[in-house]
C-alpha cells in the first residue's frame, strides 16, 4: 500500500503527499498497445504506483522512484521519427541567448541535434549522454559527448560552464535534487541553466494527464510554472526569463481533439450545438488564428547562478 506521506525528491527533509493513485497493469498494456514495447520488468511486483505533490514546492512526482526507464526503453522510442526532433523551438531560443564565447554543457544529448549545430556555428559545447547508441553517433559525426551522468562530470568540473542546459530532461529523472543540484556545481558565478520540460498545466493535462508518455516508465515528474520558479527557494539561483512554446503545427490535432474532448463533448448540450453546427472547422479556423498565442507542449526557464 503506497504511504499517504513520503519525503519530497526536491526539498531535503520535506514532505510530499499523496494525491493519485495509477494501476500498473493498465500503463503496461497501453504501452504494449500503443508503442509495442514491454515495460514489466520496470514495475516488478509493483501493481500500483502514485502521484505525489511536495508540500514547499508543489512539483509532482511519480513514485516509488525505481520504475523509470532504462538505456534499452529509450532505445526503442528512439525508433520512432518523432522521438528525437533535431531541432526544436527551446533550441531556437537558447542560440538567441548565448554568447560565441560561452562555454557550454548540455544534459542529455539525445538526438544531438542542438549539440551538433551548436558545434556547427563554433560554440564550445561538451554533452552527456546515457545512450549508448547516440554516444556511438556522436563520435562518429566527431561531436563531444561523453557518457556519464552529471553527478559523475560535475566532481571533476565545478564552476566550468557559462552555460548548463537541458531540454525535455528533467521529467525523466526521479533524483531531481542531485541532478539540479550538480548542474548548479557545474555553472560559474553568473552563469545561465536553462530547462525546458513539457507544461504540465497546458492543454497536455487535458488528455490523462498528459498521455502515456507523461507516465512511467518515461516521465517521473509533472513540471509546471509554479514548481519551476520554487526551485529558487531550494538553489543559489534567480529566474531571469520564463519563456512558453506557442502550440507548434506538430502538435495541433493533439490540441484540437483534446479541447473537442474535455472541454466540449464532456458537456451534452455543448456537444449537441457542436455536432448540429458542425463547428469543428470553425474552432479549427479560430486556433489557426490565435496558434502562436497559445501556449503548446513546453514552458523553458532561464536561471542565473548567483
Known amino acids: 500500500m503506497l504511504k499517504k506521506i513520503i519525503k519530497s525528491p526536491l526539498v531535503v527533509s520535506g514532505d510530499a503527499i499523496l494525491k493519485e493513485i495509477i494501476d500498473t497493469d493498465k500503463v503496461i498494456k497501453m504501452y504494449q498497445s500503443q508503442f509495442n514495447i514491454d515495460v514489466n520488468k520496470y514495475f516488478g511486483k509493483i501493481k500500483k504506483f502514485g502521484i505525489y505533490e511536495c508540500a514547499n514546492t508543489k512539483y509532482r512526482f511519480y513514485y516509488p522512484f525505481n520504475i523509470d526507464g532504462d538505456g534499452e526503453f529509450y532505445e526503442k522510442l528512439q525508433k520512432f521519427e518523432w522521438y528525437y526532433m533535431p531541432w ?27 549539440l551538433e549545430k551548436m558545434q556547427q556555428k563554433s ?23 561523453l557518457n556519464e551522468t552529471i553527478q559523475e562530470h560535475s566532481k571533476n568540473n ?33 552563469g545561465k541553466l536553462i ?16 498521455g502515456l508518455l507523461n507516465k512511467p516508465p518515461h516521465h517521473m515528474g509533472l513540471w509546471d510554472e509554479k514548481s519551476l520558479k520554487k526551485i529558487t527557494k531550494i538553489f543559489n539561483l534567480k529566474v531571469e526569463n520564463i519563456d512558453f512554446e506557442p502550440l507548434q503545427k506538430y502538435h ?6 483534446s ?48
Not at 531560443?93 to 541535434?113: A, M, N, P, R, W
Not at 528533467?170 to 557545474?186: A, M, R
Not at 530547462?195 to 498528459?210: A, E, H, Q
Request: charged share 30%; net charge positive; glycine share 6%.
Open 88 to 114: 526544436k523551438w527551446e533550441n531556437e531560443i537558447t542560440l538567441k541567448s548565448v554568447e560565441k564565447g560561452d562555454k557550454i554543457l548540455e544534459v542529455g544529448s539525445g538526438g544531438l541535434g542542438f
Open 123 to 145: 560554440f564550445d559545447i561538451t554533452g552527456l549522454e546515457l545512450n549508448e547508441q547516440s554516444v556511438i553517433k556522436a563520435k562518429e559525426k566527431d561531436l563531444k559527448v
Open 158 to 190: 565545478t564552476n566550468k560552464y557559462d552555460v548548463v542546459c537541458s531540454f525535455q530532461v528533467l521529467e525523466h529523472i526521479s533524483d531531481v535534487h542531485s541532478f539540479l543540484k550538480t548542474q548548479i556545481d557545474c555553472l560559474k558565478k553568473g
Open 195 to 210: 530547462i525546458s520540460v513539457p507544461n504540465n498545466d497546458s492543454f497536455i493535462k487535458l488528455t490523462d494527464g498528459g
Open 252 to 257: 495541433f490535432d493533439w490540441y484540437i481533439n
Open 259 to 306: 479541447i473537442i474532448k474535455e472541454k466540449i463533448y464532456k458537456n451534452r448540450f455543448y456537444r449537441k450545438v457542436f455536432n448540429k453546427f458542425k463547428l469543428k472547422n470553425i474552432l479549427i479556423k479560430i486556433v489557426k488564428r490565435f496558434q502562436y498565442k497559445i501556449h503548446g507542449h513546453s514552458i523553458m526557464v532561464t536561471y542565473t547562478k548567483l
